[in-house]
Antibody, heavy 121, light 111 residues
């Protein structure tokens, strides 16, 4: 069965960077795009960007341009999201999500379990 | 502030029907058919309930249905059950700026 398993919770200081991983199984990793979405406590969802695991092509929300980097390692079926220059505003749960068979935004049919990133002095 | 507008909360009794609205603009909800709805229980990841305005993925109950009129999409849930109590998020493709936008989420309470 399709699974996206993310890395564990992180605590970072302001100004630091965090790298979250998303390991895929149960399907051909290189086929659908992986997207990253975050959710601050008690808030709505916020789209951050996407990566095509086959080509490595990426696209980022303007809000995160220059601060986010999405990569992948096809040998281990894993996608990564790195966010730099962290502030308290980046405290949130970060999700990876797979685009569904329609290959259209915003049809995300499988999601990781989420990774809590806490930014605290 | 979210790009799409949803009511903060709705409620209904078991067996009743409710509707959640999601209002955007002609650049997103009103401009095409790529509107999705997600259900999210506390501490869990979102779950796709409706895609492309009204399509139910495999395994999703027929009690859930989606529609759209102009710049407003709607999620209807009939025959409310206790397990439907959750947050519901709408999402749309957008041709202006960020390509994926979300609503702020609606908390559904089953009384």
């Amino acid at each position: 069965q399709v699974q996206l398993v993310q890395s564990g919770a992180e605590v970072k200081k302001p100004g630091a960077s965090v790298k979250v991983s998303c390991k895929a199984s149960g399907y051909t990793f290189t086929s659908p795009d992986i997207n990253w979405v975050r959710q601050a406590t008690g808030q709505g969802l916020e789209w951050m960007g996407w990566i095509n695991p086959n080509s490595g092509n990426t696209g980022y929300a303007q809000k995160f341009q220059g601060r986010v980097t999405m990569t992948r390692n096809t040998a281990i079926n894993t996608a990564y999201m790195e966010l730099s220059s962290l502030t308290s505003e980046d405290t949130a749960v970060y999700y990876c999500a797979r685009v569904g068979p329609s290959n259209k935004w915003p049809d995300f049919d499988y999601w990781g379990q989420g990774t809590l990133v806490t930014v605290s002095p | 502030q979210s790009a799409l507008t949803q009511p903060a909360s709705v409620s209904g009794s078991p067996g009743q029907s409710i509707t959640i609205s999601c209002t955007g603009t002609s650049s997103d909800v009103g401009g095409h058919k790529y509107v999705s709805w997600y259900q999210q229980h506390p501490g869990k990841a979102p779950k796709l309930m409706i895609s492309q305005i009204s399509n139910r993925p495999s395994g999703i109950s027929s009690r859930f249905s989606g529609s759209k009129s102009g710049n407003t999409a709607s999620l209807a849930i009939s025959g409310l059950q206790a397990e439907d109590e959750a947050d519901y998020h709408c999402s749309s493709y957008s041709s202006a700026g960020t390509p994926v936008v979300f609503g702020g989420g609606t908390k559904l309470t089953v009384l």
